[in-house]
């Protein structure tokens, strides 16, 4: 059974320090926030290709340019009506 992770806070997100190594900090649904050592914070999508049966990550772009909550409603993340 799948884990249900707890979607990240704009306070999580604006506050996370870099490390000694890259991490990521999970919001849900494939999203994700790829903190680097240099300072540097990238949202990133992580999905399943179907084709191929691979797991691919596509960057949506950087933090603070794409806020939490544009990078949430990104049409590719965006879930079917």
């Known amino acids: 059974m799948a884990r249900i ?10 506050e996370a320090k870099p490390k000694d190594k ?12 790829r903190v680097k050592p240099s300072g540097k914070r990238v949202w990133v999508f992580n999905y399943f290709e179907p084709f191929t049966k691979r797991r691919r990550n596509l960057t949506l772009g950087d933090f603070p ?3 939490l909550a544009l990078a949430r409603e990104n049409p590719v993340i965006a879930e079917p009506s």
């Open 65 to 67: 340019d794409l806020s």
């Open 22 to 33: 890259e991490y990521n900090l999970y919001d849900g649904q494939g999203l994700q926030l």
């Open 5 to 14: 992770t707890k979607p990240l806070s704009a306070r999580e997100v604006s």
